[in-house]
């Protein structure tokens, strides 16, 4: 394997966080390290929970900080699916949400997604069909979806939400900033619906994945969830000040982010001028691309030998694609110049 590897496999953001956030590491006072925070006296959960309750305009007890979305996740299943109960999940999705229903013996059942030559949709109305006929007790939704990277538009949203008022609705956001930075439209569905819990991270388009950190915006339905996840020593205060600096760096995030829709859709023309490739168009930071199932075991190999590791996916009705994390341009660059390099060895 090459020295220097590039990792574009995990949707991560190589970018890196905005500076503001070394500032933060740089400068720490030390009792932030060694005392628990005491902001449960202010009664608030954290001083973060609280400028995202002001940013998103809900009530800080509406705002649920865990470690990653992946945690929040976990929580929820374990909280409200009892063995035998339903959870709905994408077709196409990540792996993770089938393994949790899994965890505490519940069932998980796909709905489906439809796909035309350049994108994935949800397809509402099997959902809605489905639902009715087998009446789940959590429904996620994920937007935009992980690998397809197609959205849901809030329209649809709302009108699948609304015949679903017997369960509780999970819509996993974690790459929606990509797709839209202005997010007013999460707290009118809050407030809108009670049983819904819309997930969001710090790991994608904050570049923060390592210091694990999200959050779930919830309906007013869902106190158990609120008491299930209190923790009453407190969260990561450091985690919790390198956040509030990322949310202080609009202007960063937005000149990142225009370099990786400007990447997404190079390799979309490049994939496209190609041969034997299919991309998909991606709300988020990766992108799709179905390519000849035959030439995946070698096309792995010569990216591993020169430090490039994307994720081919190997999933029953999803395995002749790849992913591809839109990495810096010099990444992405280096990407594509290889697998043209592949094609035209192996052509
Ligand atoms: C759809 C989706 N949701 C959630 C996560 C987890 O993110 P984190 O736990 O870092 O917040 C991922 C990670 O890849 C993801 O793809």
């Given at each position: 394997l090459a020295a220097n590897i590039i990792y574009l496999d995990r949707n991560e953001s190589n970018y890196g966080p905005a500076p503001k956030c070394f500032e933060v590491i740089k400068h720490i006072d030390l009792t932030i390290l060694c005392q628990y925070s005491r902001d449960f006296k202010k009664q608030i959960k954290g001083e973060l929970s609280k400028r995202l309750a002001a940013d998103y305009g809900l009530n800080e007890d509406q705002i649920i900080l865990g470690y990653g979305s992946e945690d929040l996740l976990k929580?929820?299943?374990?909280?409200?699916?009892?063995?035998?109960?339903?959870?709905?999940?994408?077709?196409?999705?990540?792996?993770?949400?089938?393994?949790?229903?899994?965890?505490?013996?519940?069932?998980?059942?796909?709905?489906?997604?439809?796909?035309?030559?350049?994108?994935?949709?949800?397809?509402?109305?099997?959902?809605?069909?489905?639902?009715?006929?087998?009446k789940p007790k959590l429904v996620l939704i994920s937007s935009p979806n992980n690998p397809t990277g197609n959205s849901i538009e809030v329209d649809e949203l709302k009108n699948i939400i609304k015949h679903m008022k017997d369960s509780i609705i999970i819509l996993d956001e974690a790459y929606a900033m990509f797709k839209n930075p202005d997010y007013s439209y999460v707290s009118d569905l809050i407030k809108e619906y009670d049983n819904l819990i819309i997930l969001r991270t710090f790991s994608k388009y904050?570049?923060?994945?390592?210091?694990?950190?999200?959050?779930?915006?919830?309906?007013?339905?869902?106190?158990?969830?609120?008491?299930?996840?209190?923790?009453?020593?407190?969260?990561?205060?450091?985690?919790?000040?390198?956040?509030?600096?990322?949310?202080?760096?609009?202007?960063?995030?937005?000149?990142?982010?225009?370099?990786?829709?400007?990447?997404?859709?190079?390799?979309?023309?490049?994939?496209?001028?190609?041969?034997?490739?299919?991309?998909?168009?991606?709300?988020?930071?990766?992108?799709?691309?179905?390519?000849?199932?035959?030439?995946?075991?070698?096309?792995?190999?010569?990216?591993?030998?020169?430090?490039?590791?994307?994720?081919?996916m190997n999933e029953e009705e999803l395995n002749s694609h790849m992913r591809i994390t839109i990495g810096t341009q010099e990444e992405n660059k280096k990407l594509m110049d290889a697998i043209k390099k592949f094609m035209l060895v192996t052509a």
């Open positions: 929580q929820i299943v374990h909280c409200y699916l009892n063995k035998g109960e339903i959870l709905f999940i994408p077709r196409y999705s990540w792996w993770y949400y089938k393994a949790l229903a899994a965890e505490v013996e519940g069932t998980s059942i796909e709905f489906p997604l439809y796909a035309d030559d350049n994108s994935y949709y949800y397809d509402v109305e099997s959902l809605l069909n489905m639902y009715h006929a087998r904050f570049a923060l994945a390592g210091i694990r950190i999200g959050f779930a915006l919830i309906g007013r339905e869902l106190k158990i969830f609120e008491k299930f996840s209190s923790r009453y020593l407190g969260y990561n205060r450091l985690t919790e000040l390198i956040a509030l600096a990322a949310l202080d760096s609009p202007e960063y995030y937005s000149r990142i982010t225009q370099k990786i829709n400007s990447d997404k859709l190079m390799f979309i023309e490049e994939f496209n001028k190609l041969s034997g490739f299919k991309p998909y168009k991606s709300d988020a930071n990766f992108i799709l691309v179905e390519m000849n199932k035959e030439l995946i075991p070698e096309l792995k190999e010569y990216l591993a030998e020169r430090g490039l590791i994307i994720k081919f």
